[in-house]
Structure formats: structure tokens, C-alpha cells
Nanobody, 124 residues
């Protein structure tokens, strides 16, 4: 059974940092790209970052480039999103998703499996 479970969200002050985790089971990261997405109230789901199954392709959204870093730990079957210099515009529910294949992109329609999401709130 394919599962993706996000964790690490919470309340953080502007300028702060958080690290999100996406623990996967039921498939191998060798076969699937993982993407991070976010959705703020009243807004469309937005791709944030993705890492390909071979980890040779990483794509970052312009809005988060230089502040967010995606990485993975194969031994733990976990993909991380390290978020720095957070601002209130980063407030959203963050999701991870899996896409079978060797490529990765930031289109939500490309992904087959989704986690339940974790809330990130940036506020003073």
C-alpha cells in the first residue's frame, strides 16, 4: 500500500526555519520522483520543489528558490524540504506527492500519490 506521510509543520515567526519530512512506504524512491506542493486558502495548489528518482534532477519554484532545499535519505525512505527565511506568504498546507518515472516537474497533475498535508503558518 502506497503511503506518504508529511510531518514537521507548525507555527514559525517571519525569518524563521522549518524542515518538513515526507516518509514514504509501499514503493521505492529509486522508482519515484517526489514533489512538494503547497496550497494557501483560496489559492491554487503550487509546486514548490521536486527531486527525481535518480536524484539527478531538482526543480525549484522561482518563489522559493534560494530559500527552500529538497533532499532525501534513501535509508529512511524520507524526503525533506528545508525552508529558510520564511515569510507570511509561505503560509499554506504543504503536501508531498509521488510520480513514477525518471523525471520530475512542478505540475500537480503529474503526480499519482499524495500525502495528507501538513500546515505551515508564518506569523508573528
Amino acid at each position: 500500500q502506497v503511503q506518504l506521510v508529511e510531518s514537521g509543520g507548525g507555527l514559525v515567526q517571519p525569518g524563521g526555519s522549518l524542515r518538513l519530512s515526507c516518509k514514504v512506504s509501499g514503493f521505492s524512491l529509486d522508482d519515484y520522483a517526489i514533489g512538494w506542493f503547497r496550497q494557501a486558502p483560496g489559492k491554487a495548489r503550487e509546486g514548490v520543489s521536486c527531486i527525481s528518482s535518480r536524484a539527478d534532477i531538482i526543480v525549484d519554484a522561482d518563489s522559493t528558490k534560494g530559500r527552500f532545499t529538497i533532499s532525501r535519505d534513501m535509508a529512511k525512505s524520507t524526503v525533506y524540504l528545508q525552508m529558510e527565511s520564511l515569510n507570511p506568504e509561505d503560509t499554506a498546507v504543504y503536501y508531498c506527492a509521488a510520480e513514477r518515472g525518471f523525471m520530475c516537474g512542478l505540475g500537480f497533475w503529474e503526480y499519482d500519490y499524495w500525502g495528507q498535508g501538513t500546515q505551515v503558518t508564518v506569523s508573528s
